[in-house]
């Protein structure tokens, strides 16, 4: 784990190496372990590491080429460094370690710019050409490291995370107010475009190249669908899973140090936890798994179909383990502010779940006061290993196969009695809007034709940033349309749209953890796409494919489990006692000019006040129901990402001293 900069400005800059100097200051927390820097004829990088992995002993960056042509600033972990180390010719292992930044560099000078493609594993790097004067930038398929840049002038400016690009005086903190309406109506990210005006991001999966023509971006990543794989049974699919999920997990466990593992009751940290303890204990190596719980004696439950606190579960797991040090890990006192506050100090970003990045933030600094150097995650899942296969359904439906969808239909009732979810499953995508919207509606459920359900996003600064634009221009899906019925493309978008890399850096300043997710393994995905949708659901088991594949690996009790667990079930009783706290802040926030055109401010001081009061006993909390999904929805959701969006937008405007 490191992080990289540079700056090429295009023309004679007496600054330069001050500027450059600044951006190594400003990256310094996501890489305090060592140090480099570089300048050429009109560009210098820098470079700080933060040391992981054994081979990062040998690893000093910039690093130029023996000829002096090229200079690399990386911030990686190659997973398929044998095989390209044979390709390249290099010596075995134990002549030379192989550093991930001279196998780049090395695989640049062979290849050229398509060694990126051939890359695996979790990467951001520069690259200069000096005879060319070419820069190229490129980041992992699934974007597990965070690389942004800018234009300045005839130039460009590239950095891990924006506080880097600050330090180059034209680059403003100037919100781009679409792209703030697209954040707070949940939109993925598309394209190169963030919250920043003046700053772009290189998307997960794409290059980008500038030189004296401009710069260019290009997708390197983007899976076929017609590479369908064809296997005689289900059990061979579900092996040949459990086999690519095992090369998944034992890429990530190479570390300089003891590797941790979050661990919840869900089948996805399950299994790379279990896989990850199986091949740890093969070399005699131990695996700390750490679950989140809530405080002792909570008494709230769930609701029908979800676990508040996933420790029995969890232990199951750890228990067929003897290498697993199980540790619970209470959210403790740390409030929401002060956990968006931490984010915003190492990211300069808002964070989108304050509840979820309470108890994660927590996880991750109790596994670097362990010791280990690694946390292992189990997040990504659902469109890959644990997809339900739910889409094939419509496909069934659409295409009259009516004896096929009512033998799957047969087995979700026999499985968790869900065969009316699965008959309005296949018929929902397939009617028009209004009945699909009355139809819910007369089932109980909620309204879904606005964001404010889950936002706080004032309706006419969507529509004058041209939220409606955005969502035509990129494709989205309004949340009145009936859901897609094309469960290969929602997954393929979903793998190309997501971005943890700002999330991993969070962990790398905070706590000097490097979090790492085999879910998201770039041959892992391929694979899972390549699987026809059918064995997900196979016999009307939802995740069935994992389910097989983790048979004799997982306790039987989790395999059969089709509940889901609630991270952070007593987020609503640090809410309340945040409650004069809150009600400042959005007083601020009412007073702040972006915010309070951005932000149902009105509706956030109703929220607030409506909170009980902070001596309010916790049973009489618990009976209130706040997991339910009307006030989950309005605080968890609405409430907490707004102040969150707020504090940001504050925070840009110099609000928060």
């Known amino acids: ?49 933060l040391s992981v992995l054994p081979e990062d002993l040998y690893d000093r960056q910039p690093l130029v080429s023996a000829d002096g042509r090229h200079v690399l600033v990386a911030d990686a972990r190659i997973d398929n460094g044998a095989e390209l180390a044979d390709e390249l010719g290099w010596p075995p292992e134990s002549a030379q370690p192989r550093v991930e930044s001279r196998l780049i560099l090395d695989a640049y000078r062979r290849w050229g710019v398509g060694c990126v493609a051939r890359l695996l594993g979790d990467f951001a790097f520069a690259l200069w050409d000096t005879q060319e004067r070419r820069l190229l930038l490129a980041r992992d398929a699934t974007g597990t490291r965070p690389l942004f840049w800018a234009r300045c002038g005839d130039g460009i400016a590239f950095a891990s995370m924006p506080r880097g690009l600050f330090a180059v005086p034209e680059i403003s903190r100037t919100i781009d107010d679409s792209q703030l309406a697209a954040y707070l109506a949940l939109l993925m990210l598309e394209g190169p475009d963030t919250l920043y005006r003046d700053i772009k991001r290189v998307p997960n999966g794409h290059l980008l190249l500038a030189d004296a023509d401009g710069v260019r971006l290009h997708r390197y990543w983007n899976p076929d669908r017609g590479r369908e ?42 299994s790379v936890t279990s896989i990850a303890a199986s091949l740890l204990g093969t070399a005699g190596k131990r695996l700390l798994a750490l679950t989140a719980v809530p405080r002792s004696g909570f008494p709230a439950s769930a609701g029908a179909g979800r676990v508040v606190d996933e420790s029995t579960l969890a232990a199951r797991v750890a228990a067929l383990h003897p290498n697993i040090d199980h540790m619970l890990v209470p959210s403790g006192t740390r409030s929401h502010l002060q956990t968006v506050d931490l984010f915003l100090q190492h990211t300069d970003l808002p964070v989108l779940n304050p509840c979820n990045a309470v108890w994660t933030s927590r996880l991750a600094q109790q596994a670097r006061q362990g010791g280990a150097r690694v946390l292992l995650s189990g997040a990504g899942g659902n469109f890959g290993v644990s997809y339900e296969g739910e889409k094939y359904l419509p496909q069934l439906f659409i295409r009259g196969r009516w004896l096929e969808l009512a033998r799957l239909l047969a087995g979700m009732h026999r499985d968790n009695r869900a065969a009316l979810r699965g008959l309005w499953l296949a018929l929902a995508p397939h009617l028009p809007p209004g009945l699909h919207r009355q139809l819910r509606r007369l089932a109980g459920r909620h309204a879904i034709g606005s964001t404010s359900q889950f936002s706080m996003l004032v309706p006419e600064f969507a529509a004058a940033s041209g939220l409606e634009r955005l969502y035509d221009q990129k494709g989205y899906r309004r949340f009145s349309d009936p859901p897609p019925a094309d469960g290969w493309t929602v997954r393929k978008q979903c793998f190309q749209r997501i971005d943890p890399g700002p999330y991993v850096a969070a962990d790398a300043a905070l706590a000097g953890i490097d979090r790492r997710n085999p879910l998201l ?67 601020r926030q009412a007073r702040s000019g972006l915010a309070g055109r951005a932000l149902d401010v009105a509706r956030m001081q109703d929220l607030v006040d409506s909170l009980p009061a902070a001596d309010t006993p916790t049973a009489d909390l618990a009976a209130m129901g706040w997991n339910q999904s009307v006030l989950n929805d309005q605080y968890r959701a609405a409430l907490l990402r707004g102040i969150g969006v707020g504090r940001f937008l504050r925070r840009v405007e110099g609000g928060n001293a």
Do not use: N
Not at 247 to 270: E, H, I, K, Q, T
Not at 547 to 559: H, K, Q, W
């Open 1 to 49: 784990m490191s992080a990289i900069g540079g700056f090429w400005p295009g023309r004679d800059r007496p600054d330069l190496l001050a500027v450059v100097e600044r951006m190594g200051g400003g990256l310094s927390a996501y890489g305090p372990d060592r140090k480099g820097q570089w300048r050429g004829d009109g560009i210098a990088l820098v470079w700080r590491q």
């Open 229 to 270: 794989l064809h296997l005689p049974r289900q059990q061979d699919y579900a092996e040949a899973l459990r086999a690519e999920m095992t090369r998944a997990v034992r890429c990530r466990l190479r570390s300089s140090g003891p590797v941790a593992s979050m661990l919840s009751a869900g089948l996805d940290s399950s």
């Open 521 to 587: 393994d770039r041959q892992l995905l391929e694979f899972c796409l390549s699987v026809p949708e059918r064995h997900y659901i196979d016999g009307g088991r939802r995740a069935a494919l994992l389910r097989d594949a983790m048979a004799g690996l997982l306790p039987p009790a989790l395999l059969r489990r089709r509940c889901r667990g609630l991270q952070a079930a007593d987020w609503y009783e640090g809410v309340v006692a945040a409650r004069d706290e809150l009600a400042e802040e959005v007083q």
